[in-house]
């Protein structure tokens, strides 16, 4: 793993973030998913984790090899999840809109990834990380899976069912199902 850092973006970087988000959008294309393919997400998606401080970029030498919105606010989705969440209703970071650059894609940067998000989670006081995938996005399942992340349910998220991963970063106060 090279010497990656969590940066957060800055609205000059709207059109960096915008070539990874339509790369990701590509990428899902081309492995025959649906995912991000009706116009979600968009500029207007990005610039509005730009301005709510919520866009990150990972980056390498200042290269920036990644976009990803982490956000502390809850995701109104969530509430109504078919199963159930490994910690309740204990606040969470969510992930959305994760895209790796094409030329960074195969070298394990997802992982990184992930850790820099949980470093961030971390600083919060946050006690886990929510992310959803579309059903067909077998590689995003198979990368949160490798993480750590547990299968929870389904909920309902820019028009259509997503599973839903929870990954526990350290037990909080009340704890619904943990195997860890």
Known sequence: MGSYVLKQAE???LSAAMDLINEG???LKEQGSDQW??????ETDIRED???GRGY???EEERLLAYLCVDFEGESAYAQIKGRWLTGDSPY????RLAIGKSSRGKGLSSAVFLLAEELCRSRGVGSIR???DEKNQIMRH???KNGFVLCGTIWFAGGDKLAFEKILHKPAHVVHSDV
């Open 93 to 96: 970071g969510v992930i959305h």
């Open 37 to 42: 393919q009706t116009g979600y997400p968009d």
């Open 25 to 27: 959008k590509q990428y």
């Open 50 to 52: 730009i301005l709510r």
């Open 57 to 59: 970029f990972v980056t």
């Open 143 to 145: 990368i949160l899976e």
């Open 11 to 13: 609205m000059g970087q």
């Open 131 to 133: 992310v959803d995938t």
